[in-house]
């Protein structure tokens, strides 16, 4: 079987994805994105037409990773907060934007059900439903015996917003249910039901007794039902034709959310809000009340799902994201909100964790907002090279953004360039905090160019013969044996990762260097070992014997501390060390091992770099240092953050809430977790991490070489000794740049 060895490795979490229209919403609205907007002109804030809305993320509820629904109900926004397995964390308000919570419902009050979806009414009642046993729990906020679970839904229903009541999304029929009334065992439901052939996002809006639903259709984008019969209406031809010219503008209406205008029930007033701005519609005339700037959504990372105006220049909008929980956000016209400093920071590719990192700071900072810049997503870039290329004309002419994400970039071949600050003196001050890795900090102490904010290392794991590889050789010999058994030795998805952490552990150091010949033959006879080796790529019963893969997950340090003792039961907490090895089944039969694959060596990641011809120094060495924080580090998720406090709030955060559940992997084994950490063991994992002192930074442009002709092996194209010597005659020059 052929298999294409990539030269990039992306840390993405895989977030469990919500078994509902909103996950499949969510989906669509990536790919849509990614060809309707994608390469939208970037522009900074300093820039802002009049008309803009700033989005100012607001904080959410400690514990809660994803809101669910919001409403804004007498000067307060509420929201039902979840946790990143979409298990109930509860119901909270706040007067301030999120400066301080107060929790209206406790989780106790509920139980631990996982959500299926929620809505809030303007009456201030709670609809929560229980994806486990289709339960709809109503819950008065303003009662003292508040909470109700004699409501159910049907199978297949989902709840969504209204302004007085909830309303029943069926995906079975493509009907919604407007009131449900039960008697004893009678149910009565006044239900909607759509033209054929339109699908319902899923965005109900009342206006006096009419009901709005946006469709995913450009053909009849819009649909009006009358309250009380759930009977079709005729919509407003000035509004109708209105509609459809905005349709004709955007790639589906599913990038769009109606807006709720609260009090206002004119029926011949609607708002719509949606990546190209805010538009009002009064009696079939449009409207431009402003352009939206957030470069998520710009991106197609996010998406406005309900949006409930404030006041004139104030709305509040849930964020739907893509790959990570929901949030909310302030759009406001408000003149404070655009008096922020803007400061650009750079990435190749998009990346969750620095998008976390950058919303989180940009809710918490008055006086500065970053604005987050994806070279692969600007206009007119096909590649990286484009990217690349781009990038350094803008630094060279003066133009170029304040800070620069190095991962899978060409670092080397920049700072020959002058495009970096030389950043030692701050990167000295850093590292000397005692809250960080100040070994992981105070890598390169000559001239220091990048400060990571997380880092990760290789490990194996499998068969203990297998894991006493120490070089390319060693690993060929032992797959290959392993290969002459029956059963099946790696994970069809692992090629890629065992290649790369091979080149990074092992090829590197002599690649980069010279261009040792002999390390390039190896790497490519190891590539054709990989590219036959008998794998499982499926739901076959026999499971894999060796895995090599990138510690990167922190919650996984209840079983990393195994590798120091070698213990031979390998617990797996929360969602599994990978979704492919079953401990278990390989101790029946062979002695079972795992060990890091390069003692003390660990991968920099997120690797921030200032740039020259970027504002004020000081000021982004500040902003550095404040993503170096707890508040900030706590939500990396794809490896390990520098800070040593946020690892340890991690660890009493994630676990105390999902170590007593029991999670299914994808190979249909049942995992219960492990205990919650001693203090003892935690402070042996945290000590264990600072002996970590020999960074493995890839010369990205060698290693692009060494790949392309990997992948010239592996199809066959080229033999082991012609696309070695090719190989090295391209990487020489490299060496001497």
């Not at 009006?224 to 109708?240: A, E, I, R």
């Not at 003792?565 to 979704?579: F, L, P, V």
């Not at 070489?705 to 092996?713: A, D, Q, S, W």
Request: proline residues 2%; charged residues 30%; hydrophobic residues 35%.
């Amino acid at each position: 079987m052929l298999v294409k060895i990539t030269k990039n490795r992306k840390n993405v979490k895989e977030n469990n994805i919500k078994k509902s229209i909103s996950g499949i919403i969510c989906i669509m609205v990536l790919l849509i994105s990614l060809i309707g907007m994608t390469g939208c002109n970037i522009k900074s804030q300093k820039e802002t037409p009049q008309k803009q809305f700033s989005e100012i993320q607001i904080p959410m509820p400690k514990k809660v990773a994803s809101c669910e629904a919001v409403n804004y109900i007498d000067k307060k926004i509420y929201v039902v907060g979840l946790n990143q397995n979409r298990k109930f964390v509860g119901v909270f308000s706040t007067t301030n934007y999120g400066g301080k919570w107060k929790k209206e419902v406790e989780k106790k009050e509920i139980g631990n059900i996982t959500v299926s979806s929620a809505c809030i009414t303007d009456a201030s009642k709670v609809y929560i439903s229980n994806e486990d046993d289709n339960t709809v729990y109503k819950i008065d906020l303003k009662k003292k015996n508040k909470i109700n679970k004699n409501i159910e839904a049907n199978e297949g229903e989902e709840v969504v917003y209204g302004k007085n009541k909830p309303y029943y999304v069926s995906l079975q029929d493509e009907g919604v249910c407007i009131e449900r009334k039960k008697d004893d065992d009678t149910t009565t439901d006044i239900k909607i039901i759509q033209p054929k052939g339109i699908a319902l996002i899923g965005n109900i809006v009342e206006k006096g007794e009419n009901l709005y639903v946006l469709n995913i259709s450009n053909k009849e984008m819009l649909t009006k039902y009358d309250v009380k019969t759930g009977k079709k209406k005729q919509l407003d031809k000035n509004m109708k034709k209105a509609l459809e010219n905005y349709g004709k503008r955007i790639e589906k209406a599913m990038d769009i959310a109606m807006v709720d205008d609260n009090a206002d029930k004119d029926d011949k007033k609607l708002t719509i809000v949606g990546a190209n701005g805010m538009y009002k519609y009064f009696d079939g005339k449009e409207s431009f009340l402003g352009s939206i700037n957030s470069e998520s959504i710009r991106s197609g990372r996010s998406s406005i799902s309900e949006c409930i105006k404030i006041d004139d220049k104030n709305y509040i909008a849930k964020m739907d994201k893509t790959f990570s929980g929901n949030s909310i956000s302030l759009l406001s016209l408000d003149k404070r909100s655009e008096n922020r400093t803007a400061i650009q920071l750079y990435s190749l590719h998009g990346n969750l964790d620095m998008e976390n990192i950058v919303e989180n700071y940009n809710a918490t900072n008055k006086e500065y907002a970053i604005e987050y810049i994806v070279g692969m997503e600007e206009k007119g870039v096909k590649n990286e090279q484009q990217a690349i290329k781009k990038l350094k004309k803008r630094i060279k002419s003066g133009k170029g953004p304040d800070m620069v994400l190095v991962d899978d970039m060409p670092v080397e071949e920049m700072q020959k360039e002058n495009a970096f600050e030389n950043i030692s003196e701050f990167g000295e001050k850093i590292s000397n905090k005692e809250y960080v890795f100040s070994n992981i900090l105070k890598e390169n102490k000559n001239k220091k160019y990048e400060i990571p904010l997380s880092f990760t290392f290789d490990w194996q794991v499998g068969d203990k013969n297998c894991c006493k590889s120490k070089n390319i050789n060693e690993l060929i010999t032992s797959l290959a044996t392993l290969n002459n058994e029956d059963g099946y030795v790696i994970h069809d998805e692992d090629r890629n990762d065992i290649m790369q952490a091979a080149y990074r552990n092992f090829a590197a150091e002599h690649i980069e260097k010279n261009a040792d010949i002999n390390t390039i033959k190896d790497f490519f006879k190891l590539a054709e070992v990989v590219r036959d080796i008998k794998a499982k790529c499926g739901d076959e019963k026999v499971k894999a014997l060796y895995e090599l893969k990138v510690s990167s997950q922190h919650w996984i340090t209840t079983t990393e501390p195994h590798l120091l003792n070698n213990s031979t039961k390998y617990n797996i907490g929360k969602e599994g060390a990978s979704n492919i090895f079953i401990i278990e089944e390989i101790e029946k039969n062979r002695e079972f091992d795992s060990r890091i694959l390069k003692e003390r060596s660990y991968i920099p990641e997120l690797r921030i770099a200032v740039t020259k011809t970027g504002q004020n120094k000081e000021i982004v060495e500040n902003i550095i240092e404040k993503f170096c924080q707890k508040n900030n580090q706590s939500l990396i998720t794809g490896g390990f953050p520098v800070n040593r406090l946020a690892i340890k709030k991690q660890l009493k955060e994630d676990y105390d809430e999902t170590l007593s559940e029991v999670y299914m992997d994808d190979a249909d084994l049942i995992i219960n977790g492990d205990n919650l950490l001693t203090k003892s063991q935690e402070q042996e994992w945290l000590s264990y991490l600072e002996t970590f002192d020999k960074p493995v930074v890839i010369n990205n442009k060698i290693a692009g070489i060494v790949f392309e002709y990997t992948n010239k092996v592996i199809s066959g194209e080229l033999k082991v000794d012609d696309a070695a010597k090719q190989c090295r005659q391209e990487i020489l020059p490299c060496l001497t740049e």
